[in-house]
Each structure stands twice: as C-alpha cells, then as structure tokens.
C-alpha cells in the first residue's frame, strides 16, 4: 500500500497534468482519481480481501486521503504570496534559480551536513545548488549561472513545484 505523503505527491502530479482519470493496482489495492474542472476526486479499494485487519488499514487511511485535495488548495495560496514577495527585489542582473520538477526542496545533500549554497556564496554554472526530491529520486540542481547567492527563496523540506524559484543569483 502506497504511504499518505506518495498519494500526496500523486494527487500532485495529476492535478498539475492533463490526466483527467488515473488508476493505481498494486498488491491486491486500487487507487482510482478522477479529475473535474474544479477538484481532484481520490477513492481507494482493497481488490481481495486478505484478512479481517485490512479493512481497519483502509478506514484509517481514508480521512488522510479525503483531507488531501482540502491541503492542497491552501498550498497555491501560500505559494503565491511568496512569489509576489520575490519580484519586489528583482534585478536586471539578478537571475531565478527555478524548480525543474515538483518535489521537495533539499538545502544539503543530508541532514547533518551543511547547505550546498548560502546567501552571499559565489556559484559557477555547474555548481550543485540543492536537491529536489521527486518520488524517491535525489536530483541535484545546479546554479547554470556564474554568479553570488543573493536570496534563497525556499525553506529546507518545502514542497516546490514546477518553475517555482528557488535562489536568486547577481550574474558577474
């Protein structure tokens, strides 16, 4: 059974494409989504029964997952503020550092060691800037640009989404 967090990031992937229907089977479980003009519709279904214990699994995972479609509609709101935030300090020399993907937004290549880049660090155009995670893929993003780290748009462990900004580099 897939984990509430990949439903998430596949009720993500679908919203943001122009799948309208997507269905999932995998070890005796079905995941059907739907998708109208205005929302994402998510059912999940045991295929066999297995045993008594696996209708108590589905009925826990049920709210998570009815409660998906309602988080995802406060996200966009928030994203938006943040990027009504960023041209305000926008440059002719400055350059965006965008997401290639969704996924999660990693400052260090892990958790107990130090961000890749900070604000105020020099970057050449190869130089790995962060990771986004996409289903359990690390990939590194690199700065494409020679230049100084002026503002890193994004916190360790936020979703991003496609083309969202995630540095903001003065080109030399």
């Known amino acids: 059974m897939l984990k509430i967090q990949e439903i998430r990031e596949i009720i993500k992937l679908i919203d943001q494409s122009n799948i309208d229907e997507f269905t999932y089977e995998n070890e005796g479980s079905k995941i ?17 029964a297995p045993a008594l214990q696996a209708a108590p699994q589905q009925q826990t995972q049920a709210a998570p997952q009815a409660q998906a479609p309602v988080q995802q509609a406060d996200t966009p709101a928030a994203e938006a503020k943040q990027e009504t935030a960023a041209p305000k ?46 289903m359990k893929l690390f990939n590194e993003i690199e700065a494409e640009v020679k230049g100084e780290i002026v503002e890193v748009l994004v916190d360790n462990g936020q979703l991003v989404e496609y083309g969202q900004p995630l540095f903001l580099v003065k080109t030399v």
């Open 32 to 48: 059907n989504m739907k998708k109208n003009a205005a929302q994402t519709v998510v059912s999940t279904q045991q295929v066999a």
């Open 89 to 134: 300090q926008e440059d002719a020399n400055l350059h965006k550092i965008t997401s290639p993907m969704v996924g999660t937004f990693y400052a260090s290549p892990s958790p107990d060691q130090a961000a890749y880049v900070q604000e105020g660090d020099k970057v050449g155009e190869n130089s790995v800037v962060c990771i986004v995670e996409a």
